[in-house]
């Protein structure tokens, strides 16, 4: 079983050592792929747009659902309303709300015309067209799919914790601010172990969203590793060099994944 599971994936790695192109018998060329990888313009400007994109919306993402879990787990008579309305954007098609967003975006879209009416800026811009706001614009849809998933970790964490220890904190003088630092946010490290991997995980494998607003573009300001995965196997018949993208995107994965998951779990001198 664990051969037929893993015997093919190894497999496949191999191809990341040779120049194969998808036709012809594949050329053993060493580490030539990853040589490339680490001094290619485009696949290090797709590196970096990775990790910025990785970093903005776990940070962002999982602290907004982190606010939205703690509002919405009051006694509010609309909070289960709104905590179907902020989740409902994550499991939704990835594809087809990048598509709803490009429609936003335009200079005559909706985001345009709040701005000028709020008065924060006088000219349309064309967000996802200008290199200056085409990253960010892919990191803003990001953060929006994904703080809804985040809410609900966070939600069923703070669930979990005893009311009568917050309570016993308020009984000895603590403040809001202080139960929260001291009680509450020590006690949702097991929602944070799943809540941070998980939204890491989904951001560094960021394709759709890049795909359907820009395509990679304005000059490659917003490609990534995933897009460059697929551009180089489908569009340029390069599959070696596209499995050892393949492969670096990966252990990027892992790695991070594996180190959010020893930073955030619990000690022995914590509860």
């Known amino acids: ?47 970096r747009n990775t990790i910025v994109i990785a970093l903005v919306v776990v940070c962002a993402g999982n602290l907004v659902g982190l606010l939205l879990a703690m509002g919405l787990n009051t006694v509010v008579k609309s909070r289960y309303l709104l905590r179907a309305v902020f989740f409902l954007p994550a499991v939704m098609s990835s594809l087809s709300t990048a598509y709803v967003w490009k429609f936003l975006f335009q200079t005559d879209g909706i985001i345009n015309h709040a701005l000028h009416w709020l008065h924060l800026q006088d000219q349309p811009r064309s967000w996802l067209a200008d290199p200056a706001t ?79 607003l820009t395509g990679g573009g304005p000059v490659n300001m917003t490609e990534t590793l995933a897009t460059q995965v697929y551009k180089q196997t489908f569009a340029n018949g ?34």
């Open 1 to 47: 079983m664990i051969l037929a599971r893993f015997l093919p994936t190894l497999a496949g790695a191999g191809y990341a050592f040779t120049d194969w192109n998808g036709l012809s018998g594949a050329r053993f060329v060493g580490p030539a792929n990853f040589e490339e990888i680490f001094t290619d313009p485009l696949a290090l400007r797709a590196l």
């Open 134 to 212: 085409a990253l960010w614009s892919v990191c803003l849809v990001m953060i929006w799919q994904m703080t809804g998933l985040a809410m609900v970790i966070y939600l069923a964490g703070l669930q979990a914790i005893p009311a009568d220890l917050d309570e016993a904190a308020a009984v000895d003088g603590a403040s809001p601010w202080r139960r929260t630092l001291a009680v509450t946010l020590p006690l949702l490290r097991p929602a944070t172990m799943i809540a941070v991997p998980l939204v890491s995980i989904v951001a560094l494998g960021t394709f759709d969203q890049v795909m359907s």
């Open 238 to 271: 390069r599959y070696g060099y596209g499995t050892a993208l393949s492969l670096v995107l990966t252990l990027i994965i892992v790695v991070v994944a594996l180190v959010q998951m020893v930073a955030v779990r619990p000690r022995k001198d914590t509860p």
